[in-house]
């Protein structure tokens, strides 16, 4: 694999990357019939909600947890280092040898990797945000109306989703 292809791929890769912080930045619920920013400011997600959320304990320990889990990981901020430094040793390695691809291959597959890991735990983290509002929704008034999906416009964000339906009568 060439240096140019993968200085590309990696390109694309952080791009791809901005595209999905562009959407969570703009997540809105519906409360009394009124459009609340869900994610009010950078560094702690979820704090549009927390207003009403605060009422239900069990809903503000999963608001919490959500908040806690978007912080970011020493581990993931080392992995992406780590990654960084083996591509840069790679590109700066002299000719064509053994350790250059070795260098860039290794540092791709890092960078690959911590960026899967790190969006994995973002989804399921993401969970603990629906957990939030499903629990006050349970016992308080107004409800929450949300769609981690749909962004301020109205729209869905990209990606593909899979939903399945059931519904029973007797």
Known sequence: MSTFRTLI???QLFMLSDTFAVETCSRVA???YQEVLVDTNSTEKGEGLRYHIEKDRTAKNYLEAYQEGTKIRWQNA???TLGTSMM???ILTN???ARKQTLLIGGATLMMINFLVAKT???SNEQNLIKAIEEYNKRNL???YFNPEQKADGTLGPGVSLSVN???SF
């Open 9 to 11: 791929l990696l390109t």
């Open 30 to 32: 519906i409360i009394n």
């Open 78 to 80: 080392a992995l992406g």
């Open 88 to 90: 840069l040793g790679g």
């Open 95 to 97: 000719g064509n040898s």
């Open 121 to 123: 735990l973002e989804s």
């Open 142 to 144: 107004p409800k929450i």
């Open 166 to 168: 059931k519904t029973w």
